[in-house]
């Protein structure tokens, strides 16, 4: 079981800046892979960004440039920088831990609201 604590949300303007932070209560290099979601009001969830225990990453197309996924090992914490925002990033991040065979693990979610 892996528990994951995301923070960092928030209300900013179109244009902003917001640092996503997920801690896990495991040794992040111990998972295959972590990510971040997002759920936007009557949308389903989607990939927005992910990191391999290898260090590689993957983008949604819609934040590529704009958004960064990183982590801290020493740490067990994920990051997603998230620059340039816009009012459609607008919903609710979700902080992702997939174990290959064993479990996948969520995260309470943490607001990002983008006015315009």
């Known amino acids: 079981q892996v528990q994951l604590v995301e923070s960092g949300g928030g209300l900013v303007q179109a244009g902003g800046s917001l640092r996503l932070s997920c801690a896990a209560s495991?040794?992040?290099?111990?998972?295959?892979?972590m990510g971040w979601y997002r759920q936007a009001p009557g949308k389903q969830r989607e990939l927005v960004a992910h990191?391999?225990?290898?260090?590689?990453?993957n983008y949604v197309t819609s934040v590529k440039g704009r958004f960064t996924i990183s982590r801290d090992i020493a740490k067990n914490t994920v990051y997603l920088q998230m620059n340039s925002l816009k009012p459609e990033d607008t919903a609710l991040y979700y902080c992702?831990?997939?174990?290959w065979g064993i479990g996948v693990y969520w995260g309470q979610g943490t607001q990002v609201t983008v006015s315009s």
């Open positions: 992702n831990a997939n174990r």
């Open positions: 495991d040794s992040i290099i111990s998972i295959d892979v």
């Open positions: 990191i391999t225990r290898g260090g590689m990453t």
